[in-house]
């Protein structure tokens, strides 16, 4: 079974602009994490999405948004870009209902915020 | 604020030693707990789950739990080079909302 994909695997954009970055979750999971993960501040949970709604929020400001499709499949978008966003972001799976809630990490995307 | 607490290190050991990794946590309402591995570069692996109190096996890997103190382990036996990674542990809260720890980096020297 194919794992957790995101593309793009790198960003490299200008402060001030946004950015979209997209998260395919293993077959059959229906709830999708983001992380972002910076040397200074670890692994920082941003939001959460089951059937298509968002269930949980981390503490990230209203720049940072997501979604999630039919398919399971999301994306998160922040806009207004500031230096401090440069960080690897992270998408995780988990099958649910009735699933072991073990999370399954993609590769993630480096964003680079010039 | 839940925490999670992780020992940075790093903690080294000689190739073939039992490693021993620490986590702790504030919250006794959590119920699931997972061990991470997470090579440079690279994303988080999932090694182990546990949720109940007590021991769970799985090869060169044992997760500890002890809800009433408050902490999880992992213990990597006959620890090897490739083990050398940093070790995150995570706490799962409502739904699936989880707190991560800071990590520690593990140097298993040949």
């Known amino acids: 079974k194919a794992g957790v994909t995101q593309t793009p695997r790198y960003l490299i954009k200008t402060r001030g602009q946004q950015v979209t970055l997209s998260c395919s979750p293993i077959?059959?999971?229906?709830?999708v994490s983001w992380y972002q993960q910076t040397p200074g501040q670890g692994l920082q949970f941003l939001f959460e999405?089951?059937?298509?709604?968002?269930?949980n929020k981390g503490n990230f400001p209203g720049r940072f948004s997501g979604r999630q499709f039919s398919n399971s499949r999301s994306e998160m978008n922040v806009s207004t870009l500031e230096l401090g966003d440069s960080a690897l972001y992270l998408c995780?799976?988990?099958?649910?209902?009735?699933?072991?809630?073990?999370?399954?990490f993609g590769p993630g995307t480096r964003l680079t915020v010039t | 604020q839940k925490e999670v607490e992780q020992n940075s290190g790093p903690l080294s050991v000689p190739e073939g030693a039992i490693a021993s990794l620490n986590c702790t946590y504030s919250?006794?309402?959590?119920?699931?707990f997972f061990w991470y591995r997470q090579y440079s570069g690279k994303s988080p692996e999932l090694i182990m789950s546990?949720?109940?109190?007590g021991d769970k096996e799985d090869g060169r890997f044992t997760a500890q739990l002890n809800k009433a103190s408050q902490y999880v382990s992992l213990l990597i036996r006959d620890s090897q080079p490739s083990d050398s990674a940093t070790y995150l542990c995570?706490?799962?809260?409502?739904?699936?909302?989880?707190?991560f720890g800071s990590g520690t980096k593990l140097n298993v020297k040949p």
């Open positions: 995780a799976s988990s099958l649910e209902p009735g699933g072991s809630y073990e999370q399954y």
């Open positions: 077959s059959g999971h229906r709830s």
């Open positions: 999405y089951f059937s298509e709604t968002q269930r």
């Open positions: 919250d006794r309402g959590s119920q699931s």
């Open positions: 546990i949720y109940s109190n």
């Open positions: 995570a706490v799962r809260y409502n739904f699936n909302k989880f707190y």
